[in-house]
């Protein structure tokens, strides 16, 4: 006896339908999570490095406690715990909006956020403290040799770890279907439980999950390219900044 | 210009400046030199406000630093400084690097920022390098744009912190050219350096530091003629035999 | 890149080319090892769960124990010792084809698509979907929830009927049952559908059961069968027989009772036609 093959259970009936739906949800809650966690990583990663000691404390805080608690806990959080706090009629217009995918983007937003934060932190980390002086020695407020000079370095400098910091969100987007969105994961268990075909929906669900990664990793390292800072991968190479 | 009155300063519980008193006028240049770690780099960076002290007063053109109405971002515009290290934005060309503070902090139209960053760049003698990337100039080069950004901002005084102590031997003179022409257009300059014959031509005055205190200070042909303190003369001996 | 696409292309004819081979059958395998494994479930009283004595019951594995194990070491003419394997609806099916277990005995649904990948045993449990709502709630089944949101298990036959259906009903499909039951306590959906016998058992371990009523008529039929790997009538022989004759000889009825009665994990009387219909299932010896 041997497991019989049959790929065409991916095309037949709705399945290629299913597969589709689902990875636009993936792409979606990731995308809508991603810029949620890249925004309060640059911020709270930044705010790590700065000199004012309660806002200090704040960002710290933040990314410990968010960044040391399963994503789980918070996919649960964010949907069950949260809501019932919430006017009745909030309560409702969101269960009838999604609030599970919203809940989701919360979950995982926040979460990557944290570690976001510190892939941001110990990029600004790398750059010589005296640049930042050299910036505001020249009358630039902190703020602004932030914005102008410390982020935009940062920034370049962290694609390769931000980059695997995304593929891991993608990938942990699944985590969203204990609460009920219907992602890629969700969509290969239907048509496993519809099909009977276990090796094959899951096959199909890896493949896409690698071609998106893939193409995510390919575009990111296209970028780091073109936005390199002239002179500083053959710099890098040798140790200095 | 600036006044140190009785200025301490404590890094945790090193004691890194001691009593420090020192006027320095408009127009003076001022060397300032003494052995690695006896706070000559602290002291300059406390001009602007890079390190806050905790005792005495510091004055800089009139205002005191401890003045709660004290802005530093407003005081660095008038105080310009140049670093061992370049520290030159490397994502920004040289004229975007010389044209960033003017433009974002006095305002001024991205043309005449523009206008004015030429300008310099023909004064430190590098007008062909206006769209380059710092990493593709030599270290001297950099060190002239650093001068050129900080002077961007019309400051009063210019601060130097050991300016070629980073560079390559052949590269340390168009450096030093640089300011020497700064000095002799009347800029008032606290440097910290070793290059001694740059304080013999260019400095008004010397000023000899050792673990945090003003051990002397004088005219350079006296400072270097007849040193009076046995450690300066035990500094400048070690020196001047390299 | 290119060591990537390299794994990609290995991957993928790896995946293309596994093929579990087998020679023996089941009840050769077992005589072998002396060994009977079934996959069952640890979350589903009470027919396959963990109790508060942390010992893994249910009335699914006592119909092993009772009827099919002794036919077993009978058969083979040894003792033959069972095993539990943890098994899910999205791993029961890989389990049987990889051989890492022989029988799925736990709440599985015959159905003609599961059918082309495994066989199953006679019907020994007959239930359909219903609705577990708050008490007095205006849904009363299928046809009131158009436009209300509704959980179920995910990838159940239910939510497959609910889709094709009721479109408008807002559908969110949960791994679990407690996460379902979480969500309907908390009002994230208004009713939770599921085999009513499931929403009995979820109904009885509440904390306050009067809160909840199990509404509406059986919409979907589910038959509860246990599975094995294709093409092995022998052993399909062994384990029908087991069933008939618990069956046949009321064993399977004082079971009922003692998991299913008015003193039981979860109260659901046998309806006359269910009973009826088990019997017809037995044929003669
Ligand atoms: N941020 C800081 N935190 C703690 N200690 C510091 C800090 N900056 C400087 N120090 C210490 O203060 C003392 C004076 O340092 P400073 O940099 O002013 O010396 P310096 O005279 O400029 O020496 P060098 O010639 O090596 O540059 C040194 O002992 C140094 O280690
Ligand atoms: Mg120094």
């Known amino acids: 006896m041997t497991y019989n093959f049959d790929w065409s259970v991916l095309w037949r009936g709705q399945s290629g339908l299913w597969l589709l739906q689902g990875l636009v949800t993936t792409i979606e809650i990731s995308v809508v999570a991603w810029v949620v966690a890249f925004t309060l990583g640059i911020f709270s990663g930044a705010v790590r490095t700065v000199s004012i000691t309660p806002l200090r404390w704040l960002a710290s805080f933040y990314v410990e406690f968010f960044r040391n608690v399963p994503l789980l806990v918070w996919m649960f959080f964010w949907y069950f715990a949260v809501p019932p706090l919430l006017p009745q009629p909030l309560q409702d217009w969101l269960f009838d909006h999604g609030a599970e995918f919203w809940a989701g983007v919360v979950a995982l937003g926040v979460y990557h956020g944290a570690r976001f934060s510190e892939v941001m932190r110990s990029g600004i980390q790398s750059i010589p403290k005296t640049l930042f002086e050299a910036a505001v020695s020249t009358g630039l407020t902190m703020a602004q040799a932030y914005r102008l000079i410390i982020i935009p370095i940062a920034l370049r400098l962290i694609i390769p770890p931000a980059t695997n910091e995304s593929l891991n969100l993608i990938?942990?987007?699944?985590?969203?279907?204990?609460?009920?969105?219907?992602?890629l994961t969700f969509q290969t268990r239907q048509i496993e439980t519809y099909t009977a075909k276990a090796f094959e929906a899951l096959t199909a669900?890896?493949?896409?999950?690698?071609?998106?990664?893939l193409a995510i990793a390919t575009t990111m390292s296209q970028l780091e390219k073109r936005f390199a800072i002239p002179g500083m991968i053959t710099k890098r190479q040798t140790g200095e900044f | 210009m600036i006044e140190f009155r009785d200025v301490d300063k404590w890094f945790g519980s090193l004691h890194v400046l001691k009593r420090i008193n020192l006027k320095v006028s408009g127009g003076e240049v001022v060397v300032v030199c003494g052995p690695s770690g006896s706070g000559k780099s602290t002291l300059i960076r406390c001009v602007n406000r890079l390190e806050s002290i905790q005792s005495g007063e510091i004055i800089v053109d009139g205002q005191s630093l401890l003045d709660p109405k004290f802005d530093p971002s407003k005081l660095r515009t008038d105080v310009g400084m140049v670093f061992q290290s370049f520290n030159l934005y490397p994502h920004m060309t040289v004229l975007q690097n010389i044209t960033l503070a003017p433009t974002k902090v006095k305002g001024l139209a991205a043309g005449e920022a523009e206008k004015v960053a030429k300008e310099l760049l023909d004064r430190v003698g590098i007008p062909d390098k206006a769209g380059v990337y710092p990493a593709n100039l030599s270290g001297g080069q950099q060190q002239r744009v650093a001068i050129a950004r900080a002077l961007a901002m019309k400051p009063k005084i210019m601060l130097f912190d050991e300016p070629t102590s980073a560079l390559d031997p052949e590269m340390i003179n168009e450096v030093l050219e640089?300011?020497?022409d700064l000095a002799h257009d009347g800029m008032t300059m606290v440097v910290v350096t070793h290059e001694m014959g740059f304080a013999r031509r260019v400095a008004h005055r010397v000023v000899f530091m050792d673990e945090g205190q003003i051990i002397e200070e004088g005219k350079p042909e006296t400072f270097f003629g007849a040193p009076q303190s046995p450690r300066a003369q035990q500094f400048l001996g070690k020196i001047l035999s390299h | 890149m290119k060591r990537l696409l390299?794994?990609?292309?290995?991957f993928i004819s790896?995946?293309?080319?596994i093929t579990v081979a087998r020679a023996e059958t089941t009840l050769e395998k077992i005589s072998q090892t002396g060994i009977f494994t079934i996959g069952t479930r640890t979350g589903s009283p009470p027919f396959a769960y963990v109790n508060k004595n942390n010992e893994w019951v249910g009335f699914s594995i006592d119909l092993v124990e009772t009827s099919i194990l002794p036919l077993i070491s009978k058969k083979l003419n040894k003792q033959i010792k069972l095993e539990k394997k943890e098994s899910a609806p999205n791993t029961r099916i890989p389990l049987l084809t990889s051989n890492a277990?022989?029988?799925?005995?736990?709440t599985m649904s015959d159905t003609q698509s599961r059918r082309e990948q495994v066989d199953f045993s006679l019907t020994f449990f007959a239930t359909g979907a219903q609705f577990l709502v708050k008490r007095g709630t205006p849904i009363k089944g299928i046809q009131t929830i158009a436009g209300k949101?509704?959980?179920?298990?995910?990838?159940?036959?239910n939510a497959k009927i609910i889709r094709e259906r009721v479109p408008t009903a807002k559908l969110l499909e949960f791994p679990d049952q407690p996460a379902a039951f979480q969500a309907l306590a908390q009002g994230q959906v208004q009713a939770y559908t599921n085999d009513g016998i499931q929403l009995a058992g979820l109904k009885a371990k509440a904390p306050k059961p009067d809160e909840w009523a199990i509404?509406?008529?059986?919409?979907?039929?589910?038959?509860?069968?246990?599975?094995?790997?294709?093409?092995?009538?022998?052993f399909r022989q062994v384990v029908n027989v087991g069933l008939m004759e618990a069956i046949e000889s009321g064993k399977y009825f004082e079971l009922y009772e003692k998991w299913f009665g008015p003193k039981g994990e979860v109260p659901y009387p046998l309806a006359p036609e269910t009973k009826r219909f088990l019997q017809m299932q037995v044929v003669p010896k």
Not at chain 1, 176 to 182: E, H, N
Not at chain 3, 14 to 17: D, E, I, L, R
Not at chain 3, 101 to 106: R, W, Y
């Open chain 3, 149 to 157: 949101r509704i959980a179920a298990q995910q990838g159940s036959t």
């Open chain 3, 6 to 10: 390299l794994l990609l292309a290995t």
């Open chain 2, 178 to 180: 640089v300011m020497t």
């Open chain 3, 215 to 234: 509404v509406g008529e059986f919409f979907s039929y589910e038959p509860y069968g246990m599975a094995m790997r294709k093409n092995d009538s022998d």
């Open chain 3, 14 to 17: 790896v995946a293309g080319s």
């Open chain 3, 101 to 106: 277990v022989d029988l799925i005995a736990e």
């Open chain 1, 171 to 183: 990938k942990n987007s699944s985590v969203a279907l204990t609460i009920g969105v219907a992602e």
């Open chain 1, 205 to 213: 669900g890896t493949l896409i999950y690698l071609v998106l990664c």
